[in-house]
């Protein structure tokens, strides 16, 4: 299969092994030890209740972030998409990057303003979309991030 310049890949985004491991086991840690509060020592039962729904909400991100992270995050000349294919982003579609320390973005990551809204859309420890922004980053390393929204910044400024 002949790749074309569109398709190339110019900058991808992961989370490492031991960061997805640490992660999803402080997660776990959190989950298993709020059940054990609401268990061993049953408070009030409203308060046992929200214990035990805290504690499977806990679980449920675990098992989410364990498969996000497991994904990657590929940028072409024409697209932002995970590497099993999902589209995030089109670069056409794109108004701008922002890496301020102060723009509401994931850890180690950046925020991207597009022109149209997609829908929502969240995949713990590597990206989420959520109208017109989409943050990128979590449980990715800072080099990798920064690397890509550069690469990015760079194809915006070229199109204009």
């Known amino acids: 299969m002949e790749t074309t310049m569109q398709d190339e890949v110019l900058a991808t985004v992961e989370a490492s092994a031991p960061r997805r491991w640490i992660g999803v086991g402080m997660l776990t840690t959190v989950g298993v030890l709020v059940l054990y509060v609401a268990l061993a020592s049953p ?74 809204s997609t829908g929502a859309r969240w995949e713990p420890g590597l990206w989420w979309r959520l109208g017109h922004r989409v943050g990128v980053g979590g449980m990715t390393a800072a080099a990798e991030t920064k690397f890509m929204s550069e690469v990015l910044s760079a194809i915006l400024a070229e199109k204009e």
């Open 43 to 116: 408070p009030a039962p409203g308060w046992q209740l929200f214990l035990i729904a805290v504690g499977g909400a806990a679980f449920w991100l675990a098992y989410r972030m364990w498969f996000a992270t497991a994904d990657r995050i590929e940028l072409t000349q024409s697209e932002i998409r995970t590497g099993s294919g999902h589209k995030i982003a089109d670069v056409q579609d794109i108004e701008s990057v922002d890496r301020g320390v102060f723009a509401f973005k994931p850890s180690n990551g950046f925020l991207i303003r597009t022109k149209t």
